[in-house]
């Protein structure tokens, strides 16, 4: 079955740039979802296509994917990003949709 | 503004049924791809199936044959007839909005409904 690939926790002070990565062997023909989950809540969409960002989305959160893989980038960590970030993809068929296994993130 | 309410979840014993509803709100239901997506306290999140606008279904190994997603356009309403349930299929269980386009993400999530399968 197809895996992305996630580290299990990225800790930054405010104001750091945390860079959390997904790898699978699919990315380089398949986009790259990003949700981040706050403790108690429902996920929520915060780049979409790689390195689309949803209205709403606070700019400092941004995306990119070279290979096999892909990259959530946060410019200037606030203490309000703390959470989980998930990765999602395909496999190349496009039916086995599968989450990383998440990445906490700590800011302090 | 998109609101997704599910409902259903409760505790079931091993080899038992349950049948979860979602009623969305704020958009066309009938042009967006619809999913359902779980997860187990303080584990990671697991797509569970997904219903095209045509009514197409697709579900991942683990719930194959024993889940069945469905949806009813005319009432906004999305359903997970889950039978034959696990212990392993305790979880809070997502509501998903498809992204528009074809895509196979999702963009917004219910607060979702937990499933609690014991003896």
């Known amino acids: 079955s197809y895996e992305l690939t996630q580290a299990p926790s990225v800790s930054v002070s405010p104001g750091q740039t945390a860079r959390i990565t997904c790898s699978g062997d699919a990315l380089p023909k398949k986009y790259a979802y990003w949700y981040q989950q706050k403790s108690g809540q429902a996920p929520v969409l915060v780049i979409y296509e790689d390195s689309k960002r949803p209205s709403g989305i606070p700019e400092r959160f941004s995306g990119s994917s070279s290979g096999t893989m892909a990259t959530l980038t946060i410019s200037g960590a606030q203490v309000e990003d703390e959470a989980d970030y998930y990765c999602y993809s395909t496999d190349n068929s496009g039916n086995h949709r599968v989450f990383g296994g998440g990445t906490k993130l700590t800011v302090l | 503004e998109v609101q997704l309410v599910e409902s259903g979840g409760g505790l079931v014993q091993p080899g038992g049924s349950l049948r979860l509803s979602c009623a969305a709100s704020g958009f066309t239901f009938s042009y967006y791809d619809m999913h359902w997506v779980r997860q187990a306290t303080g584990k990671g999140l697991e797509w569970v199936s997904a219903?095209?606008?045509?009514?197409?279904?697709n579900y991942p190994g683990s719930v194959k044959g024993r889940f069945t997603i469905s949806r009813e356009n005319a009432k906004n309403s999305l359903f997970l007839q889950m039978n034959s349930l696990r212990v392993g299929d305790t979880a809070v269980y997502y509501c998903?909005?498809?992204?528009?386009?074809?895509?196979?993400?999702?963009?917004?999530w219910g607060q979702g409904t937990l499933v609690t399968v014991s003896s």
């Open positions: 998903a909005r498809g992204l528009s386009g074809g895509s196979s993400a999702f963009d917004y």
């Open positions: 219903i095209g606008t045509a009514g197409g279904t």
